[in-house]
């Protein structure tokens, strides 16, 4: 059975870090790519970060927003999917899932997701 | 950034009913699109990928069709486990993003 399992959510002031692990267990962890997809209070979805595989180098993407303040990684060795938050903003309050990348040959697609982790931004 | 309009936002339909929710893409995304379901307190589900394929263990009453920059999402026959938010995504370029989700609610 696949598991995604993210921990490290919690209350961290305006300017704070955080860092968010994710343990995987049921598939190959290495073979895939792996994002962060985050969702503020109420709101809609938001694609934050992926990993590439170790056959692509482990190469990142991020969106804009989080660019030069947040670093994912992983540990293939551990099965550990990670999300170093730094610089922390109000509006990076949010629900933190990771989430497995399905191959269909040409795109990636979401196919399983962790129950997700709170951030809360706040003074 | 691709931008990505769904739709109704919201909708309200009985059981029974056939529901179809539209997805705008602001360029040509090719069928580099998904479908999701989240219902509240939980991650969200892939339906559908590839615009039109149909995630293994999804009810057939879910269907996708679209190509270019306007695609649909339809449900046959709505029923009761099927209330919930159901959100585009599109994988063309990055960063990756979501369309602003429907609400389905039972009228």
């Known amino acids: 059975e696949v598991q995604l399992v993210e921990s490290g959510g919690g209350l961290v002031q305006p300017g704070g870090s955080l860092r968010l692990s994710c343990v995987i267990s049921?598939?190959?962890?290495?073979?895939?790519?792996m994002d962060w997809v985050r969702q503020a209070p109420g709101k809609g979805l938001e694609w934050a970060a992926r990993t590439r595989n170790r056959a692509n180098s482990f190469s990142t993407e991020y969106v804009a927003s989080v660019k030069g303040r947040f670093i994912i990684s992983r540990d293939d060795s551990k099965n550990l999917l990670y999300l170093q938050m730094n610089s922390l903003r109000t509006e990076d309050t949010a629900v933190y899932y990771c989430v497995r990348a399905l191959y269909d040959g040409i795109r990636y697609y979401h196919d399983y997701w962790g129950q997700g982790t709170l951030v809360t931004v706040s003074s | 950034d691709i931008q990505l309009t769904q739709t109704p936002s919201f909708l309200s339909a009985s059981v029974g009913d056939r529901v179809t929710i539209t997805c705008r893409a602001s360029?040509?995304?090719?069928?580099?699109l998904a479908w999701y379901q989240q219902k509240p307190g939980k991650a969200p589900n892939l339906l559908i990928y590839?615009?039109?394929t149909l995630q293994s263990g999804v009810p057939s009453r879910f269907s996708g069709s679209g190509s270019g920059r306007e695609f649909t999402l339809t449900i046959s026959s709505l029923q009761p486990e099927d209330f919930a938010t159901y959100y585009c995504?599109?994988?063309?370029?990055?960063?990756?993003?979501f369309g602003g989700g429907t609400k389905v609610e039972i009228k």
């Open positions: 995504q599109q994988l063309e370029n990055y960063p990756l993003t």
């Open positions: 360029q040509g995304i090719n069928n580099y």
């Open positions: 590839a615009a039109s």
């Open positions: 049921g598939f190959t962890f290495s073979d895939h790519y």
